[in-house]
């Protein structure tokens, strides 16, 4: 016995019509087909100049270079003097007379002033010419200018090693007497 009902379809079917499987298979496909292409590497039309950062490149007027050979060596020169005159007595005047003195004896201008207004006690004698100085000879004078004393600087950063020498001889040959036929 079939139900009177059973041969009534559904009027909202006939009216709004159902896309096929045909369509939504078509479309899949269509998608597929487009991440497929837009994923893939050296494809032209989406990934446009994918190797460009492995290209020589260069800057305008510029002539091309040549790439390095493999065998090459960096050489980087020694670093300049930081005087115009490379002796002793320059770099004296320039990095020690202000609290030494010109003549080694701790009167600079700077070292004057800061015991008149600030009330420095300098920890050792600033005389260069004292004779607890002079028995320290060059080693010592370069060990204080490379460790530095309360308010002298450390003078590693700021003077080559043999610029330091040139000093340190300089103070014991020229200013403290020992082999004054040395000095300019």
Known sequence: MKSKFA??????????????????????LLVGLIALAGCSQGSYPLDIFYEMHYQPSYKAHEPPRLSVPESAVAWFPPPQATSFAN???HLYQVNCSMCHGPAAKGDGPVLKKMIQQYGYRPALDPDLTSPQVMAMGPEGIEAFMRSGVVVMPS?????????????????????QGKQPQACP
Do not use: Q
């Not at 950063?157 to 020229?174: G, I, P, Q, S, W």
């Open 7 to 28: 041969s009534i379809g559904n009027p909202l079917r006939n009216r709004f019509p159902r896309p096929g499987i045909k369509v939504l298979l078509g479309l899949s």
């Open 87 to 89: 002796d002793g007595e």
């Open 155 to 175: 003078f590693s950063k700021l003077l080559t090693d043999d610029e330091m020498r040139l000093v340190a001889e300089y103070v014991v040959n020229c200013l």
